[in-house]
């Protein structure tokens, strides 16, 4: 199936080395954004974790121009489910079950597994990204599927999305925001007394009889990828039954992406307990996975929460995302931020409903943001 214009020819791409790295990456905006690069996508298809198989099937939108020329990309996949997501529309599909319809399969343009914002509609031009778009809408028509999401999405994307009609839905997460802080303890100087002093507390807390130790580049190494997947096993399992990731696919970050990633170990009387892993883009550090083979009280706020503070000062990053869900961050100096998605409903009864709906929980959203944002740990302005 190959979804066309009178301009514009939109190919399906069943798996991303279809094309090279350089001609998928060549079309991500200036920067570093390691979860939409080549090298991320290729590791979760090749791996097995984002395929047919886990349903997850690639359907990634190649947009080419005359002569074959490349003008842009989406990340697509046919799912079968709602999991791996982080944005829940299990109500939809119950509600459309009940009405008789199929909810499965949907196409979602996202990064699998990973809830951080990012560019969706790789092109360069307004009208390209539209393209992209009208090929996914000819897809999801011509498949039979019952509707598009797009999930975690920039301000760019959001507005081209929003005039071609697809529905607007918010939510929140945490965020650290670096306001030019020297380094951590700068940033603690920036919080009420009290906060200060129990955040000192519970690093002191954690750190008695550990050793830390922030590994990226050529400094890790697979030993240390042994440990940290025993522990993302011990999360995954008490979480969610059965993790997204298998082994496989760290071994090949540590092949291919090394340099991106800061992971966070600790380590007690010479062996390892605990680890946290992070991405390094190029204005956010982002939390993604953690786990421990141990209970020690705080660690899990030291390594995932103040070592990735620590890290992202030392690297002058506008601020660090810790992924999703947790208000318990908010006293720890991550602040509530909005979240995006976008969604096509090909069911006008569904459709309609959503839309509805979605009106009133941005309203919720946006009103639980404003009065988190009153209760964060900082000092409150004189003026």
């Not at 919080?191 to 519970?202: D, F, G, P």
């Amino acid at each position: 199936m190959e979804p066309s214009s009178k301009t514009f020819n939109a190919r399906i791409l069943t798996q991303i080395n279809e094309v090279n790295e350089a001609e998928w990456d060549a079309h991500l905006p200036e920067g570093s954004h390691p979860f939409l690069s080549w090298r991320f996508l290729h590791a979760l298809e090749e791996s097995g974790c984002a395929a047919e198989e886990t349903g997850w099937s690639p359907r990634h939108i190649w947009l080419e121009g005359e002569h074959g020329k490349s003008l842009g990309a989406a990340p697509l996949y046919a799912k079968l489910h709602s999991q791996g997501e982080y944005v829940f529309d299990h109500g939809w599909a119950d509600a459309l079950a009940r009405a008789g319809g199929h909810y499965y399969p949907k196409l979602q343009c996202s990064v699998p597994f990973t809830p951080a914002a990012g560019p969706r509609l790789l092109a360069k031009s307004a009208a390209h990204k539209q393209a992209l778009v009208t090929a996914m809408v000819s897809a999801c028509q011509q498949w039979e599927m019952s509707g598009i999401h797009l999930t975690f999405l920039q301000e760019n994307d959001r507005k081209i999305l929003n005039d071609m009609g697809f529905s607007a839905r918010e939510d929140r997460q945490f965020h650290f925001i670096n306001r030019d802080y020297k380094d951590f303890d700068d940033f603690l100087a920036s919080l009420t007394s009290r906060k200060r002093k129990n955040i000192r507390k519970e690093r002191k807390a954690a750190q008695d009889g550990v050793v830390i130790k922030r590994l990226t580049g050529d400094n890790l190494k697979d030993e240390h990828w042994d440990v940290f997947y025993q522990c993302y096993l011990d999360t995954g399992q008490r979480k969610w039954g059965r993790p997204y990731l298998n082994r496989e696919f760290f071994a090949r970050m540590q092949e291919t992406m090394r340099d991106d990633i800061c992971l966070v170990m600790a380590w007690m009387d010479g062996d390892p307990v605990a680890a946290a892993l992070n991405f390094i883009g190029s204005d956010a550090l982002f939390g993604r996975n953690w786990g421990t083979l141990i209970d020690k009280p705080f660690l899990h706020f030291e390594l995932c929460y103040y070592q990735a503070i620590e890290a992202g000062l030392e690297r002058g990053l506008p601020r660090v995302e810790a992924g999703a869900q947790g208000e318990h961050k908010l006293s720890r100096g991550y602040e509530p931020v909005a979240t995006h998605s976008a969604h096509y409903l090909a069911h006008p009864g569904l459709r309609a409903a959503v839309e509805d709906y979605l009106v009133r929980e941005r309203q919720a959203v946006e009103h639980e943001i404003e009065i988190l944002g009153e209760h964060t740990p900082f000092k409150k302005s004189e003026s």
